[in-house]
């Protein structure tokens, strides 16, 4: 069984900064891409940046210049530095892995969410 829990999120004045985590656990021989998502109230769920196996990156245009995706394959994590943060970036921020290739075989899987909100 694999777990995404992802953490670091929390109330931010505009402006600041915030850094999210998102460790995979289970028995996991590999992931392809990691990316993370957001959902804010009454809207839909909608890509805020992806990173491929290999390192290439992605970002929607929302955020790109002020977020920055990274990964640690060894741990199994991707991050997320959130900088110039603003009101409209306050949502549910989720983490998915694609195509994680487990003893069971090959599924995409989503963590749980953490609260971003950005309010003076």
């Keep these: 069984q694999v777990q995404l829990v992802e ?3 929390g109330l931010v004045q505009p402006g600041g900064s915030l850094r999210l985590s998102c460790v995979a656990s ?3 021989f590999s992931i392809n891409a990691m990316a993370w998502y957001r ?3 009454g809207k839909q769920r909608e890509l805020v940046a992806a990173i491929a196996s290999f390192g290439s ?11 920055t995706i990274s990964r640690d394959d060894a ?12 009101p409209e970036d306050t949502a549910v921020y989720h983490c998915n892995a694609d195509k994680v290739q487990t003893p069971m075989g090959v599924r995409d899987y989503w963590g749980q969410g953490t609260q971003v909100t950005v309010s003076s």
């Design 39 to 41: 959902q804010a109230p």
């Design 7 to 9: 953490s670091g999120g």
């Design 75 to 86: 741990k199994n994590t991707v991050y997320l530095q959130m900088n110039g943060l603003k």
């Design 57 to 67: 990156t992605n970002y929607a245009k929302s955020v790109k210049g002020r977020f």
């Design 26 to 28: 289970g028995s996991i």
